[in-house]
């Protein structure tokens, strides 16, 4: 009887599906329980591996990609959770899960690891399958390379977006980085100061509209012409988030000014003599020690 019982018992257990076992990873996350959540998503994945079939690939995405994301969310186990989805887009590589894995990837690899090539290189493969949030992938792409140095790549990668993608939210955003990267580079600087003027005529009411302004008054100052740099920061005062950071600018900009012009120069120089008459008597050596003109006179014989 108990073999019986046992024998019922193995033959319910092979009757169990993939997709029950994914079920039931699902409630346990919403119990709060990531460790059964894995073992069950485990379970599914070993009854799938060799099953080569449409549904079967379907599934088993679905069970890597929730036993990555309990690993990241969940557990915050992040070489656990990377090795996963790199398991994810070798088995499954044409499943949404698999470019959803690749996002997630590229921002580990970058943020714990580092690895801003390898970063790219997810970024990149993610592109090649054009997915919706391509403008951003493509932004996230040039940001990577300004980050790591190479203005010239950056600048190449923002252009694309604002080229291929102009219909985006994140156009402005690639003409601001377009502009940085252009300002990095040596003897670039009206052309980054035009890409800045760009950004300004085309999205007037974008938030990184003053910003462009800062940044061409900062190249108006590099090149010595601080009167123009204060008239762009004045005008970026109007809506700047940071109002005090812009006149800490001009601030600055009018103490160089002030330094610098011969007035300035003119003014110093009259500031040691400023009690002396129009027709005053240069000093002699009495006075010049502090002694009264009575005294000088009686000096020189009078």
């Known amino acids: 009887m108990l073999f019986a019982w046992a024998l019922l018992g193995l033959l319910a257990g092979c009757t169990e599906k993939p997709a029950d076992h994914l079920q039931r990873a699902r409630d346990a996350i919403f119990e709060k329980n990531p460790d059964e959540a894995l073992v069950e998503y485990r379970k599914a994945f070993d009854l799938l591996r060799r099953d080569d079939s449409p549904q079967a690939q379907v599934l088993k995405a679905r069970a890597l990609k929730g036993a990555a994301d309990v690993y990241w969310l969940e557990e915050r186990k992040v070489k656990e959770a990377v090795s996963v989805y790199k398991e994810l887009i070798q088995q499954c590589p044409e499943s949404p899960e698999a470019l959803e894995a690749r996002i997630i990837l590229a921002e580990l690899l970058r943020m714990h690891y580092r690895d801003l090539r390898g970063a790219i290189d997810q970024l990149t ?88 302004l800062v940044e061409m008054g900062k190249i108006r100052a590099e090149a010595g012409e601080n009167e123009k740099a204060i008239e762009l920061w004045v005008e970026a005062l109007k809506t700047h988030p940071d109002p005090a950071l812009v006149q800490d600018y001009i601030t600055r900009a009018r103490k160089r000014i002030s330094n610098t012009t011969p007035e300035a120069v003119g003014q110093k120089a009259a500031a040691f003599d400023h009690k002396m008459g129009a027709h005053h008597t240069p000093r002699n050596s009495v006075e010049a020690m502090g002694g009264t003109a009575e005294e000088a006179a009686s000096d020189r014989g009078d």
């Not at 990095?184 to 462009?212: C, K, N, T, V, W």
């Open 125 to 212: 493969q993610a592109l090649q399958r054009n997915p919706p949030q391509g403008a951003e992938l493509q932004y996230q792409v040039a940001k990577i390379y300004f980050e790591l140095g190479d203005y010239a790549q950056c600048e190449l990668e923002a252009r694309k977006l604002v080229e291929r993608f102009a219909s985006s939210a994140y156009v402005d955003d690639g003409l601001f980085l377009e502009a940085q990267a252009v300002h990095m580079m040596d003897g670039r600087r009206q052309e980054a100061s035009r890409i800045y003027a760009d950004l300004r005529a085309r999205f007037p009411d974008s938030e990184l509209a003053p910003h462009a």
